[in-house]
């Protein structure tokens, strides 16, 4: 049999029931949308489930566990069939906090050679939480009335004898505390008006509690004073009291009737409150009554604001609608209504308003006047206006934007994300940002920029990610903490431009300048060095051939070759550098940094120290050239922008890795590094990048700077 059964919002379960060792017990045979959602259990869960399953997670009121008895099935079957309702069950769920309680209706069904079970059931969460709500605020709100300053008196409940009066109630009717207590409460003739005869004692026995609101009682001077009486019976040891909390209002119904006849009750409410109020005819809208906030929110008086209607002071553009509501009101088709519109104010400017309306209405039902509420939401306004400005510059935004909660989860990416990354929104909400890691970084690298992070500041560099498709690609990225009111991190945000084809133009001026280098080096070498060897050749020649004939000008002829001969060492020194040749040198990249520290001492008198440990071969010329490199970049930095003295360069290999140090006495590079660095300082990172090593500029223990290149791996 299929079942189509939507049970007007209720949820429903058709079981059908079998015999098991111990009891009665059923098997779900049906069950419908309503049921899965208020269970949290799919309909395949359901099904074929016996009633005795601990899945269903039943409690009662009190919290403790529903025994299976108690079960809305079992006891349907335990009374013969007869229908069970009003029944409120608590369902434990473990994706809701507390519990979600249902009322079930349970009947039984016989079918000709069977029997189905119907159990419907709706959630009652609101009225269970309403009922508890209100319990707890009676009993708070007893417990606050009886401490109070009130006139007490405490009876036997059986008796009526008066046990105990406090002092309060006897200063307030002027009765001895001797005149009270071993007395019968109707012995007590200012009493008797209340409870000060048999019979109305004993409707309090009854029902253990009577409460006057407005009783009337004479003192023993003979005023007659309005009290508030409050009879409770309750248990003190076993035994039954009555406690009567007696409070003097006689000066609140002054008050009150005073206010009731003036108005003044009304009236201070409606100008004091801090929204604004107004009343208007309900036939053609003309204000009636409007309080000091309403001509706040106007720029109108009060008196100029009686002298118009609802209309003169509403955008053209909100008429039609405003006046269509407001007669639905009028006509009854409508309690009342709320809306937001404009207003315009007296100096011309628009505010935005909240409009809450409704009707007086006489005896009869007829409409008198309207009264509104009316809130200005202009600032509110302009907020949601911001937002949505915001909201569509971050759609629409040239670079990706990445939003993720403190763990790193992703919240949010706009569409740019998708469009570089070719991952969707969906594909990447709470993911971590390292799902597109290529590698290129080291956990050192991510480990520092999540510690600069956390610790509230910015942090800026250069990201080598891969897309969906497998591909890199660079990116320059900003990531920001977000922080609350109260300067806690509630958030990140990643702003990340593509950089991708400008770290390849990059990489290609970088690979043309090192084949310009070489080209420099060798025409230094081939033409300039070999004219320049040539001259000093003849400058020697010269001062020979003078020497006898013109002594002061053969010393100068030694002196041009002299000179000369020392530039051509320099050009020698300076074209081996621009054209290095390392794996055609004997000893690789360890020879040509030997020759290079020799080199630098020669060229700038500076200290070069040369050190490695063991055997470091580089098979790689493309990396050995580019190690070679960033050496010479790097010293050369220490030399021209830092002033060092001394210089050291460090070779060796450890784990499985090749480092290279070079560590000077320089005056350092400012840290943090600034984001737009020199053209060194790029070139360095990107002939690290190529040969995928990291590069490391730090400052040194004892000044200067030290800059570590480390490949992961064996070259």
């Given at each position: 049999m299929v079942y189509d059964y939507k049970a007007g919002g209720h949820a429903l379960i058709i079981t059908t029931p079998r015999k098991s060792d111990r009891l009665l017990d059923t098997a779900v045979h049906y069950s419908n949308a309503m049921a899965s959602q208020l269970l949290g259990l799919t309909r395949d869960e359901m099904h074929g489930k016996r009633a005795t399953d601990p899945v269903w997670r039943f409690i009662q009121e009190d919290g403790t566990r529903l025994p299976v008895d108690k079960y809305p099935v079992n006891r349907a079957l335990q009374t013969a069939g007869e229908r069970k309702r009003d029944l409120i069950v608590g369902i434990c769920r473990p994706d809701r906090e507390g519990p979600t309680w249902v009322q079930f209706d349970t009947q039984v069904i016989q079918n000709p050679g069977s029997q189905l079970i119907v159990v419907t059931f709706f959630e009652v969460t609101v009225q269970m939480r309403a009922a508890t709500t209100l319990k707890a605020s009676e009993m708070r709100y007893r417990r606050l009335f009886e401490s109070a300053q009130d006139g007490i008196l405490i009876l036997d409940?059986?008796?009526?004898?008066?046990?105990?009066?406090?002092?309060?109630?006897?200063?307030?009717?002027?009765?001895?505390?001797?005149?009270?207590?071993?007395?019968?409460?109707?012995?007590?003739?200012?009493?008797?008006?209340?409870?000060?005869?048999?019979?109305?004692?004993?409707e309090l026995q009854e029902k253990e509690y009577i409460r006057y609101d407005d009783l009337p009682l004479e003192t023993a001077d003979g005023r007659r004073i309005a009290v508030e009486f409050v009879s409770n019976v309750y248990l003190v040891n076993g035994h039954k009291v009555i406690q009567c909390n007696i409070r003097d209002i006689s000066a609140k119904k002054r008050v009150e009737e005073a206010l009731w006849d003036s108005g003044e009750q009304f009236r201070a409410m409606f100008e004091v409150a801090s929204i604004g109020m107004a009343q208007a005819d309900v036939q053609t809208g003309q204000w009636l009554r409007v309080n000091h906030k309403m001509c706040a929110i106007t720029g109108y008086s009060a008196d100029e604001m009686l002298k118009m209607r609802i209309l003169d002071i509403t955008h053209p553009d909100d008429r039609k609608k405003d006046w269509e509501e407001f007669q639905r009101v009028v006509k009854g088709e409508a309690a009342d209504y709320r809306l937001e519109k404009r207003y315009i104010r007296k100096d011309g400017s628009v505010v935005w308003v909240n409009v809450n309306m409704t009707i007086i209405r006489d005896v009869a039902g007829q409409p008198v006047r309207t009264i509104a509420a009316v809130e200005d939401i202009t600032e509110r306004k302009a907020s949601e206006q911001q937002i949505r400005q915001l909201s569509r510059a971050v759609e629409q935004s040239p670079i990706s934007i990445i939003l993720t909660n403190t763990k790193g989860d992703i919240h949010y990416v706009n569409p740019k994300f998708t469009e570089v990354t070719g991952y969707s929104l969906e594909e990447v909400v709470s993911r971590n940002p390292r799902l597109l890691k290529s590698g290129h970084q080291s956990p050192g690298f991510y480990k520092k920029l999540w510690e600069t992070i956390t610790a509230g500041h910015d942090w800026r560099g250069e990201l080598g990610n891969r897309k969906k498709n497998g591909e890199i690609y660079w990116e320059s990225a900003l990531i920001s903490p977000i922080k609350d009111e109260h300067g806690t991190i509630t958030h990140f945000m990643a702003l990340k431009e593509d950089i991708t084809e400008r770290k390849r133009a990059e990489q290609d001026v970088l690979e043309i300048s090192g084949h310009e280098l070489n080209r420099i080096g060798q025409e230094l070498h081939d033409d300039i060095c070999q004219w320049m060897a040539a001259t000093s050749m003849l400058a020697g020649a010269l001062a020979r051939n003078l020497a006898k004939e013109s002594p002061e000008n053969a010393a100068r002829a030694r002196e041009v070759s002299e000179n000369t001969r020392h530039a051509l060492d320099s050009l020698r020194m300076l074209a081996r550098g621009l054209t290095p040749e390392v794996i055609q040198l004997e000893g690789g990249l360890t020879g040509a940094l030997l020759k290079l520290a020799a080199n630098v001492e020669n060229m700038f008198r500076i200290r070069c120290l040369y050190e490695c440990a063991g055997t470091v071969e580089i098979r790689d010329e493309n990396v050995a050239l580019h190690l070679y490199r960033i050496a010479q970049e790097a010293i050369s930095n220490a030399v021209r922008h830092g002033g060092a003295q001394e210089v050291v360069i460090v070779l060796r290999r450890h784990d499985g890795r090749v480092s290279m140090l070079i560590r000077d006495d320089g005056s350092g590079i400012p840290q943090p590094l600034p984001l737009t660095s020199g053209m060194g300082l790029r070139s360095m990172r990107y002939r690290a990048e190529s040969i995928g090593a990291t590069l490391e500029i730090r400052p040194g223990a004892s000044g200067g700077t030290e800059i570590v290149c480390t490949l992961p791996e064996k070259p």
């Open positions: 409940a059986e008796m009526g004898t008066v046990v105990d009066v406090n002092p309060f109630l006897t200063e307030l009717l002027g009765y001895s505390r001797e005149l009270f207590v071993g007395r019968k409460i109707w012995e007590l003739g200012f009493l008797k008006d209340s409870i000060a005869n048999k019979t109305h004692f004993t």
